[in-house]
């Protein structure tokens, strides 16, 4: 059983940077699997922001965020990242991370099995 666990969300200002984490555990086979962040905003789905590989570090992103965000993972620490600059206020969400036991980046929510809590986010203007 895989547990994965958010943190760095706040309240920041549009144009603001911000770093999120997530550390993964539990895993017997991390480089196996594939790691995403989604986020969810009130009245709407959750949807694929950000995914990396654990073991060759391919990354793909959602066109929302291209240029503006970065997904990276230190193996050493279990640990993956989302650098999130330029900030918008429509960038206001829960942001999820997610694994999947598998090679190979998914963008539906329902190819990850292992989710965890969420961390808010919010971009005031």
């Known amino acids: 059983q895989v547990q994965v666990v958010e943190s760095g969300g706040r309240l920041v200002q549009a144009g603001d940077s911000l770093r999120l984490s997530c550390t993964a555990s539990g895993g017997r086979t991390f480089p196996n699997y594939t790691m995403g962040w989604f986020r969810q905003a009130p009245g709407k789905e959750r949807d694929f922001v950000a995914g990396i590989t654990w073991s060759g570090g391919t990354t793909y992103y959602a066109e929302s965020v291209i240029g503006r965000f970065t997904i990276s993972r230190d193996t050493g620490k279990n640990t993956v990242y989302l650098q999130m600059n330029t900030l918008k206020p429509e960038d206001t969400a829960v942001y999820y991370c997610?694994?999947?036991?598998?090679?190979?980046?998914?963008?539906?929510?329902?190819?990850?099995?292992?989710w965890g809590q969420g961390t808010q986010v919010t971009v005031s203007s």
């Open positions: 997610a694994a999947r036991d598998g090679l190979g980046i998914k963008t539906g929510r329902y190819e990850y099995e292992f």
